[in-house]
C-alpha cells in the first residue's frame, strides 16, 4: 500500500506537499484535508507513492479524506498542470480555481493561548497591570478576559471567544501580533445541498372544525396538489387578503393536518421573455450559416482536435450557428460548453439554451451562490447535464465526453483572469479541446489579433459570416469631429447638436435609441482650479469619482459630497478646501454614466430612459429585469458604459451613440487602439438589428485615426492588417510573446528594493533573446495600499521566456523576496 501521497495546495508556493497516508488511501485528483503551518488546509492529491521523504524530515499524516473518488478526471489534472507551467502559477492555486466547492468547506479560525501569554498573564496576576501600557484600562481588562478564557489547552472559536469576553476582532489581532495568542484557521467537511421547507397535506386525515384561516391554507395546498413549497404558500393571493399569520401554518402542522419537508431547492435558470422574438435554434439557417454549420459539424465527425475561428459580422447569426452545432454535438453522444465573457449575457443565453435543450442545461458563474454553484458542478459531474452556459471559469466544468467548446465574443478581456492563476479563458479553451480531442470555435465579429494571425498562420481553421441574416444592412456610421463642434458652439457639451437631433428625431419615430458613454458615475475627477491638485484615492494613485446626482447644472464641487474609488470601493466626501493650497475653488471634471442620464432627461423629458453600468447593475437579476424592460420598449433610450455593447440583440434600436470612446487611445498600453475598434464595432451592431436600417454617429476628438476610421467602414481586416505591421516593428503581441512581472510591498522603500534587486539580475543575466523593459513604477503606482513597480519582458519563443521567468523566481527566492509579493501575468493583457 503506496505509504504517502504528494497535496497541492492553495498557497503562493510553486511546489507540492508530501503527507503520510492515514488509513485510506486517498486516489489522485481526490481533496484531502492536511495540517500545514498552524491551518487545516483542502488540498488535492497529484500523486500517490511509496518514495520515503529524504533526510530526517517529519511527515504529517492526512487528517481526511473528502472523496472516495476522483472529483477531477485526468484531462482536467493535466489541465491544471498545463496552466501551472504556462502562467507559472503555483499548482494548488489553479486546482482551487477549477473546482467551485467551497460551499463545501467550512473555514473558520480558532484560538489558543500562546506562552508569552502565559507570562503575561502570570505576571499580571503577580504585579497587576502595566501602566506602561498605551490600552485603556478597559482595554487591558478585555485582554485578561481572553487570556483568562484561554488558560487551559483548549482552542476556542472566534465567535465563542468574542461573545464570552466581549473583545472584538482588532484586539484579538493586536494579541496575535504581540504573540500573546496563536490564531488557526481549520477546515471541515460541510453539507452544502440547498433544501427548502415543503408543506404536505397528511392524506386520509379526518377534518375537524377549523378557522377561517386554516381553511384558506388547507384550500391552497389543495388546489396546488396536496403539495406546495412554505414561501410560495405564504406569498399566495389568497392567503395575503385575509393576512393568514405564519404561526397558523404551525398550528395546522401541530394537529397533524400538514407535515413539513424537506425538499431540494429549485434552481432558477434565468432567461429574458421572447416578446415574440425566436429562440436562436428556432430559426432556419441561411447559406452563410449553413456553411459555417457544415465546417463545423465536418471538424466533429472527423474526430480529433480541431481550432475554429469563426468571423461574423455584428447580426450575422453566429448564435444560431452555435446552437445548431451544439445540438449535432449531443445527437453525436457528446456534451458541449458555451463561454461568454460576462455574466451579463448570461440571461438572455441561458433562456434560450432552457428553451433549446431543456433541464440538460447547467449555469456557472460568479454571480451564483457557493451552494448553487456547487449544485451546479456536481450535474455536470454526474453527466446530468450536457450543456453549460457560463463565464471564464466555466471552462474548467467537468463535462463527461466533451465534443465541442464555443467561446463566444472571444476577443474580450473579461476572458483573462486578474488574479492569480492569470489565465486566458480562451487560451485555456483551446487546450482542453486539445486534451479532449474535441473541436473548440472562437466566435468573434471583432477577433483578438492573436486568434486572427493563428488563421493566417494556418493553426486555426477561418470560416467567415460576412452578411448580416436577411441580407440586413451594416448601419451606416458617421463621425462628428467634437474639435469643429467646440469651435462652433463655444462651450464643451456631453452630446453634439447633431447626436441630439438624431436621438429626438428617432424617439419621435418610436424607435430606441442606445448610447455608449464608457465611464462610469457623475464625473470622474475632482479638481482643484487653484493649483491643478485632483483628490485621489487615499489607498490608489488614482482619482476618485463623484457618483452623487447634482441639483442643476452646477458643477462645482460641495463639501459633503460623496466620492468613490472604482478600484478599492474607498468612499469620502469632498473637503471644503484643497489639502494642497487650501483653496475653495474644487470643480468636477469629465461626465460619466450617471451624468450622460441625467442630462438625456433635461434634453428629452418625455423619454423611458435607463442607465446600464455597474452602479445600476449590481445584484444577481439586475441586468434580467433591466433586458427585459429593454426587449419590452419599457425603455427607449439606454445610456451606459461597454456593458451595453456586448452581444445584446434589440430589434427595435435604430441610432447609437458613441461618446468619449476615443479616451482609450491615450492609454499606455499597445493594445489602446485594438480596444477601441473593437469597442466601436461592437456597439455600432447594436443599431439596425431589426427590419429597421441603423445608424451610428461617433463623437470624436481624433476622427482621422485609424483605429476610428477603419471601424466607421466596417473594415476589419484593414485595421488588422495595419496594426499588424505596427505590433511587428514594435515587437508585441502576436509577433513576440509578453510577460508583465509586478513586485509589491505595503512600503515603497521595500518594493523599490526588490525592483532594483530583480533589476540587477536581469541585467547581468544572460537571456536567450529576451529583452527586458524596466524596473518601473506602475502606471497604478499604487493600489489598494500596495506598491507597485514592473517589468515587462518580450520574447521572440514561449519557451525562452518561460525559462526566463522560473529563473526570476528562483534568484528571488533565494534573495528572500516572498512569492506572493511577486505576480506573473503570462500574454498580460492589462498592462496598468
Known amino acids: 500500500m503506496p505509504a504517502y501521497c504528494d497535496v497541492a495546495l492553495p498557497v503562493p508556493l510553486d511546489r507540492t506537499f508530501t503527507y503520510a497516508v492515514n488509513g485510506t488511501v486517498p486516489r489522485v485528483g481526490a481533496r484531502v484535508l492536511v495540517p500545514f503551518s498552524g491551518q487545516r488546509l483542502m488540498g488535492v492529491v497529484v500523486r500517490v507513492h511509496g518514495d520515503a521523504p529524504p533526510g530526517e524530515i517529519e511527515i504529517k499524516p492526512v487528517q481526511q479524506v473528502l472523496d472516495e473518488a476522483p472529483l477531477l478526471p485526468d484531462e482536467l489534472m493535466q489541465l491544471a498542470t498545463w496552466i501551472a507551467q504556462y502562467y507559472v502559477a503555483p499548482l494548488g492555486e489553479v486546482l482551487r480555481g477549477m473546482m467551485p466547492l467551497s460551499a463545501e468547506v467550512r473555514r473558520q479560525f480558532v484560538y489558543r493561548i500562546a506562552e508569552a501569554g502565559r507570562r503575561v498573564l502570570y505576571e499580571g496576576a503577580q504585579k497587576g497591570s502595566s501602566r506602561r501600557s498605551r490600552l485603556s484600562p478597559e482595554d487591558q481588562n478585555l485582554e485578561y478576559a481572553v487570556l483568562n478564557y484561554l488558560e487551559g489547552d483548549s482552542a476556542a472559536k472566534a465567535s465563542a471567544l468574542r461573545s464570552a469576553t466581549r473583545a472584538n476582532k482588532s484586539l484579538l489581532d493586536a494579541m496575535v501580533r504581540k504573540k500573546w495568542l496563536v490564531r488557526e484557521a481549520l477546515a471541515e467537511e460541510r453539507d452544502a445541498r440547498r ?129 445548431a452545432a451544439m445540438k449535432r454535438a449531443l445527437d453525436a453522444g457528446k456534451s458541449a460548453l458555451l463561454l461568454v465573457p460576462e455574466i451579463g449575457l448570461t440571461p438572455a443565453m441561458a433562456g434560450q439554451m432552457f428553451a433549446a435543450f431543456g433541464t440538460e442545461v ?14 451546479q458542478w456536481h450535474r455536470i459531474r454526474r453527466g446530468e447535464a450536457r450543456i453549460v452556459v457560463g463565464t471564464r471559469s466555466a471552462v474548467f466544468a467537468p463535462l463527461v465526453n466533451l465534443g465541442l ?25 483551446v487546450m482542453r479541446a486539445k486534451l479532449n480531442s474535441a473541436v473548440v470555435v472562437l466566435g468573434s465579429a471583432t477577433p483578438s489579433l492573436e486568434s486572427w494571425s493563428n488563421s493566417l498562420r494556418g493553426r486555426y481553421q477561418r470560416v467567415e459570416m460576412l452578411t448580416r441574416v ?10 462628428v469631429d467634437m474639435r469643429t463642434e467646440f469651435k462652433e458652439t463655444g462651450k464643451e457639451d456631453i452630446f453634439s ?44 494613485a488614482i482619482a476618485m469619482t463623484y457618483h452623487k446626482p447634482v441639483i442643476g447644472t452646477d458643477l462645482h464641487a460641495h463639501p459633503g459630497d460623496r466620492l468613490e474609488c472604482h478600484y478599492c470601493g474607498f468612499r469620502r466626501s469632498v473637503p471644503k478646501t484643497c489639502a494642497k493650497c487650501q483653496s475653495e475653488h474644487l470643480f468636477y471634471l469629465g461626465a460619466g454614466s450617471q451624468q450622460g442620464e441625467e442630462r438625456l432627461q433635461e434634453l428629452f423629458p418625455n423619454a423611458r430612459i435607463g442607465r446600464m453600468d455597474r452602479d445600476t447593475v449590481r445584484g444577481r437579476g439586475d441586468m434580467e429585469r433591466l433586458l427585459t424592460r429593454l426587449h419590452s420598449g419599457e425603455i427607449n433610450l439606454l445610456v451606459g458604459t461597454q456593458m451595453i455593447a456586448k452581444g445584446h440583440d434589440i430589434h427595435g434600436v435604430t441610432l447609437v451613440g458613441v461618446v468619449g470612446a476615443d479616451s482609450a487611445l491615450g492609454l499606455p498600453d499597445f493594445r489602446a487602439a485594438e480596444r477601441v475598434f473593437q469597442l466601436l464595432t ?55 510573446v509578453l510577460a508583465n512581472i509586478i513586485i509589491q510591498s505595503e512600503t515603497l522603500q521595500e518594493a523599490a528594493a526588490w525592483a532594483n534587486t530583480l533589476g540587477r539580475w536581469f541585467a547581468s543575466a544572460r537571456l536567450d533573446k529576451v529583452r527586458v523593459l524596466g524596473p518601473a513604477a506602475a502606471p497604478i503606482a499604487r493600489l489598494k495600499r500596495i506598491y507597485r513597480f514592473h517589468f515587462v519582458l518580450k520574447a521572440e519563443r514561449r519557451d525562452a521566456l518561460g525559462r526566463t521567468l522560473r529563473a526570476v523566481l528562483a534568484y528571488a527566492e533565494a534573495q528572500a523576496i516572498p512569492r506572493r509579493n511577486l505576480i506573473v501575468d503570462v500574454d498580460a493583457v492589462q498592462l496598468m
Open 405 to 429: 467548446i464555443i467561446a463566444d465574443e472571444e476577443h474580450d478581456s473579461s476572458y483573462k483572469q486578474e488574479e492569480t492563476p492569470r489565465y486566458h479563458g480562451r487560451d485555456v479553451a
Open 195 to 323: 433544501t427548502e421547507r415543503v408543506a404536505v397535506l397528511v392524506p386520509d386525515t379526518r377534518i375537524p372544525k377549523l378557522n377561517d384561516n386554516q381553511t384558506a391554507i388547507l384550500a391552497e395546498l389543495a388546489a396546488a396538489g396536496g403539495r406546495m413549497r412554505v414561501t410560495a404558500l405564504s406569498q399566495s393571493a389568497a392567503l395575503r387578503e385575509l393576512s393568514v399569520p405564519a404561526s397558523t401554518l404551525s398550528t395546522l402542522v401541530k394537529r397533524n393536518l400538514v407535515a413539513i419537508e424537506d425538499a431540494p431547492e429549485e434552481f432558477h435558470l434565468g432567461g429574458l421573455p421572447a416578446n415574440g422574438k425566436k429562440s436562436a435554434h428556432e430559426h432556419t439557417l441561411n447559406e452563410a450559416q449553413m456553411e459555417a454549420l457544415s465546417s463545423i459539424a465536418a471538424a466533429m465527425s472527423q474526430g480529433g482536435f480541431k481550432p475554429i475561428l469563426l468571423y461574423g459580422v455584428t447580426g450575422s447569426g453566429k448564435t444560431s450557428v452555435y446552437f
Open 470 to 479: 436577411m441580407s440586413r444592412p451594416l448601419p451606416t456610421v458617421e463621425l
Open 682 to 736: 461592437q456597439v455600432s451592431g447594436r443599431s439596425g438589428r431589426g427590419d429597421l436600417p441603423g445608424r451610428v454617429l461617433v463623437q470624436t476628438y481624433h476622427p482621422e485615426h485609424y483605429a476610428i476610421q477603419f471601424a466607421a467602414t466596417h473594415d476589419y481586416a484593414g485595421f488588422v492588417a495595419k496594426e499588424l505591421e505596427y505590433r511587428r516593428w514594435m515587437h508585441y503581441p502576436p509577433s513576440a
Open 362 to 375: 447547467a449555469l456557472l458563474h460568479s454571480g451564483l451562490t457557493p451552494d448553487e454553484r456547487a449544485e
Open 497 to 540: 447638436r447633431q447626436l441630439v437631433g438624431e436621438t429626438q428625431s428617432t424617439l419621435g419615430r418610436n424607435e430606441q435609441v442606445i448610447i455608449l458613454l464608457n465611464r462610469r458615475g457623475y464625473s470622474f475627477t475632482v479638481l482643484c482650479r487653484s493649483c491643478g491638485e485632483k483628490i485621489e484615492c487615499e489607498n490608489c
